[in-house]
């Protein structure tokens, strides 16, 4: 998303939800102002038909925007922008010719006002610069339909003062809104900055320690086995079939182990995670996670970050079942690749000299990755959360929602359903295939060894 | 990244926000007001609107400084200008004979919603509506004397009371309304933490896993290959190579190049300081460390609690003076003790002043830090930041690697050293002044260090030890 087109609802989502009950009320002064305005102007109604029409386009408006804000339909996009604009346009322009000729005052005519009113609410929702161009375009049309009719008002002064008192009503509380979201915008993005780069000197902080569980953790595997081995061997000078065999398991075992290693995606890593909070806060579970394409992969880290918080809440929750939680990624995207042990089922264990040539090819090269597939019209990744709560349903809600907040402006067609104890919480990602040739970043981050990807010679390292 | 605001920063976020939202109302307003006035001065021509445009002219210029600079005399001085604007404007406006009918015109409510969208000095919801209401009644108080002095009738003025009631509605919903998720929004921004180990480590893991691949399990496979019988060369050789490069810290060379070269900093890890630091980070708050930061290692286990404790309560400080992001923590040590300095360049404080809602300073730093022998000093000014020394008394500790003789040695001495009670600098005797306003993000800790603190550049380390 471009600086350009950030809202506040698209940066800070949570703090977004705490603005919503302002649409609901917006909403409503608008009706009831709409309303009470006709009725009591009834005197200078001429067209009944068209009075009609504007409250209910005004009306429309309204409802427009308390449905595009509601936080299950966020992120409130800008065709329902256009929309609500458009609608209390069209209710304005009824209002006027309802009461053309016969329009004694501008300043009591609902429509600039409501329209103002109706501009100011997007605030946390929309970009700065669409608010203030919807409130100059209205403001523009308040001019254009006011001036014709000078002969009609009441007050005589300049038909100037008149043209200014509507596009006044418009433009005031649309600049309060402009001024809002471009301000909070800007702020959130300034704490972003600072965020982000407190969050990579953590990292660096920890990087020695990092490094240091990687080496240990590759050497304890060998020291069960490989070590000994080849120490033995050496120290003997002499090979013999059973070691021959020997090395060809081993390999083979080796070989497994760094492919399930390369294989592991953030998933697996934040089903791990939960899984150690589960059995440290004594109720040691079952989490499964099941991504036999490598979808996970595709994920932007926004995504990732988003999914392991709901992932993290769910297992925190009062009443979990710690054996319930499953995570699914199915969809209609091409796979990230096909996981290697799948793609070469036959392939049986390296276990003569002849087989174990072939051992030393690490899976994830280049060449496995599938023919780019024709442009399908909507590339999806659909991952299906699934879990027990024992909870009523609306506590379930309540204790999802900020994360579900953060879920929806993430990713597209968030899909919830509780019942209790089942709750299963669906989304989809799509995927840009412009961006399908980026997608498997995460395994190769920079600087990895060419020796993993390429299918070169092996080396040996000194 | 929808990394969304922590709680510390959303009251004064919002708030400025608002009063922006708040001034370009009024602003609008005025620029409306002006152009009737003018409209009206030149059709039919007259002289006395003459001072009102240059009334709201002066009133749009303040407040377009108080947009810029929102302080308290600018506040007040808009107000009161803003007054006298209404009043000059209504009796300007209202006073042209036979032009409008009373006084309830939308024309006249102009400059009185510019005086209520005042957005003061300030943050939270509660200053924003009070400056409001000294607007709205200002307003309403000057339209009024100036509807008296016309022969129009006076009429309840709608829209300015609406917009009054709906700007207070609005900055009473988005101050006090409890914000959902409060404890969402840390499990997000440690799950972006997460995101990003797990993105470094598995760029470790990728490069331990190719060396794996280039030794093990090549070397594996030559064996697997060979033919029954006595080693050849190569093999011997290749075996012999595969076993050392895996017994070396090789490894750690080729999987970070930039760890195996430094020194290791698990000892500040594995401190509560650092965990203390690292939980307030979850919190939103950006915390620069410099300094010393392994000789953490060498507290005790009481002390390492305590400090961490009294550590993360100055944190909390920090995160309870709205508006601040940063927050520096500076390490540093001597030979008898450790330090730890807190700085932020907040509201500040007179600690004469601080009454018994300082309680956490009072009972959970100093207290803390006393009872263990060290000590707490605090250098704060209002608007000028508060720093916070935290000195415990910490023996030199001898490395672990070093040859039992030195270690016997260090222990003694350590011994020796001990019954001498570390003696804490009154704070009277140090005015740092350099100190009390930190620069933001500044990375010297040496340079303006007070007076008592160590200076560990020309100090050896003790943990570095005699050579054997």
Redesign the interface.
Known sequence: MTRRRSTQQ??????T???W??AP?IAS?VLCYSVIATVLQQSQIQNPLFATLAVLAMGAAAGTLVIAAQPANAPFNGRMHLVMAALALAGYLFEQFSRWGSNLL??DDFGPVCIGFLLLAL?PYRPWRQIALSGAVASVVAVAVTLPQADSF?????V??YA??S???I???T??????S???VR??LA??T??????????E????????A??E???AA?KSG??PF??D??ER?????L???Q??Q??AD??RT?VA??DRT?LD?VAT?ERAALTERGTPGLLVVADPEHRATAFR??Q???T??LI??LCAAPGFDPHSLVVQITGTAPPVKPAPSKARPAQPL?T??QD??S??R?PRSSAAKPAPAAPAPAQLDTITIQAALDLPPRKVKALL???L??IR??FDNVRVTVRRPSLTIEYDSVRDPNDASAAPQ????????A??RAQKA????? | MSLGLPDHLVKATLSRALARASHWFGLICLAGALLSVLALSVFPPTDRLQVTVAAILGMGALLALLARWRTVPLTIAYLLLGAVCTYLFTSAVLGMPGVFPSSDMFLISLPKMALIMVGGAGSGALIGVLWSTVGFLLAEVAATLAVSQTPVPDRPDVFTIVTYLFLVGVMLLDGLARRTGRTAQPAIHRAVQDDESRILRHDFDVRAIALMHDTTLNQLVSVARAKPGPMTRGLEAGLRETLQTLADRDWLTHVDERTATSAGNDGWLSSAVFRAIDRMRDRGLVVDITGDKESLARLDPQSDRELGLAVQQCLVNVLLHAGIVTAEVVIDADDQNVSVMVLDAGRGFMEAETGSDRLGLRQSVRKRIERLGGSVQIWSRPGAGTSVLLTLPAPPVVASTIAAAAAEEAAEAAETDAPTPVIPANSSDLPPSGRVAPARRSTSSAAGQPANAPTPANTPTPTDGPTP
Request: aromatic residues 4%; hydrophobic residues 55%.
């Open positions: 698209r940066l800070d989502p949570l703090g939800l705490a603005a009950p302002l009320l002064i501008v300043q605030a009441e007050v005589t002064v300049p100037a003062v200014i008192v596009a006044t009503q433009l005031a509380p600049a309060a809104g402009a001024a809002y471009r301000r909070i702020s959130i704490w972003q600072d965020a982000r780069r407190a969050i990579v000197a953590r990292t902080e920890a990087r020695g320690q990092m490094a240091r990687v080496v953790q590759q050497v060998l490989v070590i080849l120490a061997l050496l000078g002499t090979v013999t079939a070691d021959i065999a090395a060809g081993l390999a080796v070989r760094l290693e390369i953030w890593t995670r880290a926004d990732r970050a988003a392991a918080a993290g809440a390296p003569t000299a174990t040539a051992v030393p690490l929602r900020p994360y907040g953060v402006v993430v995460a395994p190769a981050t920079p600087a990895t060894p020796g993993v092996p080396r040996q390292v000194r």
